[in-house]
């Protein structure tokens, strides 16, 4: 499914059902908490130029998107069902990236470690599997391949950059997520690793760390890399990206010219 995505063209017999529909007011609106951030260079499209009534028309219309997704893949479930197929089939729900949607002043998605753009859904199905119903585990889409390996009994190739996070789950071991962002200007670059309870991104270009914790800050709205009583977590996490990004790096950007 392409949808949510801009332009935000929802169908008009759904979106009827969503125009009065309450919405959450975004996290950090002004954008302040990205103040000194190099993301505020390249972090999605500033909404200033639009009124309150206009952020929450789009956000309704991605809630529409949302249902009609939800809608159509019933649909696909009501059909495992009717052929008998429900109890031997895996089910993964999830997605590439999200969208500011307001959040810190923003719309669509840029070339930044944002938790609007990188926190998407993990919702997997699978029968005899022995999973909880909810684990908060923090993982990488690359981490989806060796886990469908491990539940179809397939040996995932030596190279994987991910793991089964069925296993991570079952062992309770730590488990980071790692992203990096790159569009081949080096100001923009920037490299993230999650852990349980924070977000850490560092810009190399501009030496620049942020910091989040998502325990008392979910909507990103505080940097609180400075602050002293971190400084061991950073520590921490910077190193865990020196160790990872030799092993999987592989920067894809644009090309420059046209040939």
């Known amino acids: 499914f392409p949808d949510p995505h801009h332009p935000f063209a929802p169908c008009y017999d759904i979106l009827a059902q969503f ?7 975004p996290y950090d609106s002004t954008g302040a908490g990205l103040n000194g951030s190099p993301a505020l260079n390249n972090g999605g499209m500033d909404v200033a130029h639009l009124t309150p009534e206009e952020r929450r028309t789009i956000v309704r219309y991605t809630y529409a998107m949302v249902h009609q997704i939800d809608t159509a893949v ?14 031997d089939t895996i089910i993964v729900f999830t997605s590439d990236h999200g969208d500011f949607l307001g959040d810190h002043g923003r719309l669509r998605k840029g070339i930044v470690g944002s938790d609007a753009l990188l926190h998407v859904p993990f919702i997997l ?22 886990t469908l390996a491990a539940l179809t009994g397939i040996e995932p190739p030596a190279w994987q950059h991910g793991k089964d996070i069925g296993s991570v789950i079952k062992d309770g071991a730590e488990h980071y997520a790692l992203a990096f962002c790159a569009n081949g200007n080096p100001e923009h670059t920037n ?22 914790d998502h325990r008392e800050d979910l ?8 602050r002293e009583e971190n400084k061991d977590r950073i520590n921490a996490l910077m ?10 790096h592989n920067p894809i950007v644009g090309r420059v010219g046209l040939w």
């Open 239 to 248: 190193h865990v990206l020196q160790e990872c990004l030799p092993q999987y």
């Open 74 to 87: 019933g649909r696909i479930v009501d059909t495992l069902k009717t052929r008998g197929l429900w109890d």
């Open 191 to 212: 490299f993230t690793v999650y852990d349980a309870t924070h977000r850490l991104t560092y810009y190399p270009h501009a030496d620049y760390v942020e910091l989040f």
């Open 219 to 226: 909507g990103e709205c505080v940097n609180v890399a400075a």
């Open 19 to 25: 125009e009065d529909h309450e919405i959450q007011e």
């Open 125 to 146: 199905r699978a029968p005899g599997a022995g999973l909880p119903n909810q684990a908060d585990v923090p993982m990488s889409n690359c981490d989806v391949m060796p």
